[in-house]
């Protein structure tokens, strides 16, 4: 379960989730694609732009996510879709490593 901080919310123990790994979670409304590239934590909206699919039950090909429905791919730190059928770039949200785990920041009216 979250813990929320004002505006940063942890998520997970960074060891958690391992390199070239991705995991769904859920903050209040907000669906998130957690991603591990390179050690790097990265996060994103987990709803595809293109149409209703779940990308955390996709891949992490590196820093690209596909998506499970019609393999529509996305770079993960930027958001920008790189293969068709996805357009439309994803929303991307700040992530840092505190000392107690993973925390992403969403933005205070979404939050
Ligand atoms: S729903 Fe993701 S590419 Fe179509």
């Given at each position: 379960m979250p813990i929320r901080d004002g505006t940063w919310t942890r998520l997970f123990p960074a060891e958690d989730l391992a390199p070239g790994m991705m995991v769904g979670v859920e903050v209040?409304?907000?669906?998130?694609?957690i991603c591990n590239v390179r050690g790097t934590f990265h996060a994103t909206?987990?709803?595809c732009t293109h149409a209703f699919a779940i990308l955390s039950d996709g891949w992490l090909d590196d820093?690209?996510?596909?998506c499970p429905l019609h393999g529509g791919r996305f770079e993960v730190?930027?958001?920008r879709a790189v293969r068709?059928?996805?357009e439309?770039?994803?929303?991307?949200?700040?992530?840092?490593?505190?000392?107690?785990?993973?925390?992403?920041?969403?933005?205070?009216?979404?939050a």
């Open positions: 209040g409304e907000h669906k998130l694609a909206q987990n709803v820093d690209i996510i596909e730190e930027t958001g068709e059928p996805a439309e770039q994803l929303i991307i949200y700040p992530v840092r490593v505190a000392a107690d785990g993973v925390e992403v920041l969403l933005p205070e009216d979404e």
